[in-house]
């Protein structure tokens, strides 16, 4: 039994020296799907500057770039380190270039539909289905649009690019919130949680038959490390854990993080010619709130862009917002001297510098399955297992 096992053990160790054995991928495109922590102006380009109002954008672009947060997203990170352009968004009509791929994700998006208005909860109707929807869209009008000539020629990506192209699904996080902000307790949210998964797996599957093969899957962060929950929810002592998160609220992100890596093992037999990475940032979001001050980070649950309260962060002042107390003084929910040095932006989402070390911790493949560097991503997990066997 011993001599059965060695040669899988190998096969694990040795997958970043095969990956790094292969020519790295051409990715000519990205393709995104997700909520907040990737929209890069959706939900701007939807209900105006309200959406992501100044300071955020401050520390790299300057003036609210439809991102909540002050500078660069992971997305931002990837497509960067890809020499890629920022991808715009699909729903943005001004200034717009999908040469290099198309951002779908929304502020607010989740995974399943949910059944109120953006104005009730603050959930997008752009929900992950609706997502697939504005690609299938863009996928059919693309090349009519490409045949016109002239300017839209360069607007618009070759029609192999769609086979080569990344496509990053970043999305689940709401999900959970939902539920949280209904009241619901983590037990409940809990138990929802695969049907949540049963409306993923099918939009694989059809970006797939459309022609997709590279996939870049994010599971979701530690929520109970998050200020807005650690704020607004009744945390005892006995469900925080030593690092000051609240553990029930956590175990919620992990079992939503079980059935999505159970998800993805059926997807790649699902579909045999796809090459499928799930990449842990729960892992690495955690442990960059444990190793705050080692990292050089302040407070890891003190909000950069709020007003008031323990952890600088006021439900109903969120970043950005104005409010007029007795009829003359006007607060503004501002960012902090120096966000560089915080981890948490806004209550919900990192500040920029956060956003780059978390990248830099995923980009060489550490906290992935399999483990390749994202410029590997294209070879599948089956490849390189055989490649050794």
Request: overall charge neutral; some cysteine.
């Amino acid at each position: 039994m011993e001599l059965m096992c060695k040669p899988l053990v190998l096969v694990t160790l040795l997958f970043p020296i095969l990956a790094f054995a292969l020519p790295e991928c051409n990715f000519p495109a990205i393709f995104n799907f997700g909520d907040s922590n990737s929209d890069t102006g959706a939900l701007q380009s939807m209900f105006g500057q309200n959406a992501a109002p100044a300071p955020n954008g401050e520390t790299y672009f300057h003036f609210p770039a439809g991102r909540l947060c002050d500078g660069r997203l992971i997305i931002d990170f990837i497509a960067e380190d890809l020499d890629i352009p920022h991808l715009s968004p699909f729903l943005d009509s001004t200034g717009t270039n999908f040469s290099h791929g198309a951002n779908y994700a929304t502020i607010g998006s989740t995974i399943r539909r949910q059944n109120t208005t953006i104005f009730q909860s603050g959930y997008s109707p752009i929900s992950l289905d609706v997502q697939y929807a504005e690609f299938n869209n863009f996928l059919t009008k693309f090349q009519i649009i490409r045949q016109k000539g002239d300017v839209f020629k360069n607007m618009f990506p070759a029609e192999y690019t769609f086979s080569s192209a990344l496509y990053v699904f970043d999305i689940g996080q709401n999900d959970l919130s939902a539920g949280f902000q209904l009241n619901m307790s983590p037990e409940e949210v809990r138990n929802y949680i695969p049907n949540v998964i049963s409306w993923f797996t099918p939009i694989i599957k059809k970006v797939y038959a459309l022609g997709g093969r590279t996939f870049w899957i994010h599971n979701t962060g530690p929520v109970g490390c998050l200020p807005y929950i650690l704020d607004t929810k009744a945390i005892t002592a006995a469900q925080m854990d030593k690092h000051g998160c609240a553990a029930t609220y956590n175990d919620v992100s992990q079992y939503f993080n079980q059935k999505l890596k159970e998800a993805v093992i059926q997807l790649r037999k699902d579909l045999p010619l796809a090459a499928i990475t799930y990449v842990d940032i729960y892992s690495v979001k955690y442990s960059l709130v444990a190793r705050s001050k080692e990292l050089g980070f302040s407070d890891p649950f003190l909000v950069c862009c709020g007003y008031g309260g323990k952890y600088n962060f006021n439900n109903a002042m969120k970043c950005g917002k104005t409010k007029t107390v007795n009829g003359t003084k006007i607060v503004f929910a501002k960012s902090c001297e120096d966000p560089s040095s915080q981890i948490n932006w806004d209550g919900t989402h990192y500040t920029e510098t956060a956003n780059k070390w978390v990248y830099s911790q995923i980009a060489d493949g550490a906290y992935s399955d399999p483990p390749v560097p994202l410029k590997m991503a294209c070879h599948r997990k089956e490849d390189l297992t055989q490649m050794y066997l």
